[in-house]
């Protein structure tokens, strides 16, 4: 009788489990970045309380890369599932590498921007180069070749009458080694990416030859793309990955984080805050659309550019490749 009376919480248990859907588990999104704070992807959800869809509809893991341009074989392959792309691997993914389920879901910062920071390419004081025609025959140093400030940097030269392996040679080298690069003058001319071009060390003994907005005007340097079908199969947890971007990003920039916003850069770079606290989610910072929304006008305008510089065959009509409806929604909920 006993065994019987058991019996019968257990066979209630295994009804209800035939019955009640399964739990499911959270999707693994896997994004892309390449150099922090520019991208926040390694910090978004640092910021304490601003992810609470995290661990519960989807988990976040960021991976590194040198350049977006390296990105592409990578959402290709499967091994990342939103790339940070930029105005020049974009397209060459879509036309070179046959992604054209590529779809643009969201914002991650714009170089330019008026008003805010625009990313600055150094000399060398004692350089002798004054004008950006003084380039001629020297070495200019980019994170990867066909990268956003790769060709931010041909553009400037190539409005002065230079052209690469003609006039000068192009050497490629991850950020953070520019400064040394420069200073020990294997370089002549460098990229001052953020958070770099801040740093004392490099501004005492160089100084900025142009920057992004007098090289090549505004430019869509950073935004995140997914391929279609993985969109159409986890469109529910990419908005509440959106949501709580938008809200990580409003916590960063909330005057009344700022000493701890400042505090979890810093420690993550490992580096003292005080090199941070005069520039970071001010306007001398790249400018952040805080629902994480790609201005498309840009995106066009930047690819346009490209294609007039002759880097790439044809431009793209960018709103084909653009899905801007999770991040509408998630902007919804909100407001």
């Not at 389920?101 to 170089?111: F, G, H, P, Q, W």
């Not at 400018?287 to 994480?292: G, S």
Request: net charge positive; hydrophobic share 45%; no cysteine.
């Amino acid at each position: 009788m006993r065994a019987a009376r058991l019996g019968i919480p257990l066979i209630f248990a295994i009804v209800l489990a035939a019955v009640l859907p399964a739990r499911a588990e959270p999707v693994k999104v896997r994004v892309g970045w390449i150099t922090a704070p520019a991208s926040m992807v390694p910090l978004l959800f640092l910021a304490p309380g601003a992810a609470k869809h995290l661990g519960k509809s989807y988990t976040f893991e960021p991976l590194n890369f040198g350049s977006s341009t390296l990105q592409i074989t990578a959402i290709s392959q499967g091994e990342i599932d939103i790339a940070a792309f930029g105005y020049t691997s974009f397209p060459l993914a879509i036309q070179n590498g046959g992604l054209s389920d590529l779809r643009i879901i969201a914002d991650e910062i714009i170089d330019g921007a008026p008003g805010y920071y625009a990313t600055q390419y150094f000399v060398r004081k004692d350089s002798g180069i004054e004008k950006i025609a003084d380039m001629k025959g020297k070495v200019i140093a980019t994170n990867g070749l066909g990268s956003g400030v790769d060709i931010a940097m041909r553009s400037a030269l190539s409005k002065a009458g230079l052209e690469a392996k003609r006039d000068y040679t192009v050497i490629e080298a991850p950020f953070p080694t520019h400064k040394a690069i420069l200073k020990e003058k294997k370089a002549d001319l460098v990229v001052g990416v953020l958070p770099f071009s801040f740093d004392p060390e490099l501004n005492e003994f160089a100084k900025p030859l142009f920057n992004t907005q007098t090289g090549i005007g505004s430019i869509a340097l950073s935004f995140w793309a997914a391929r279609k079908g993985f969109i159409d199969k986890n469109r529910a947890a990419l908005v509440d990955l959106l949501e709580d971007t938008s809200s990580a990003l409003r916590w960063y920039y909330d005057p009344k984080n700022r000493e701890q916003a400042v505090a979890i850069v810093a420690g993550y770079l490992k580096r003292p805050a005080a090199g941070f606290d005069s520039w970071i989610f001010t306007k001398r910072d790249f400018y952040r659309d805080m629902d994480a929304k790609p201005d498309l006008k840009v995106v066009q305008s930047s690819v346009d550019k490209v294609k007039e510089l002759g880097f790439i065959k044809d431009t793209l009509e960018v709103g084909k490749f653009a899905d801007l409806s999770l991040v509408d929604e998630a902007a919804k909920r909100r407001h």
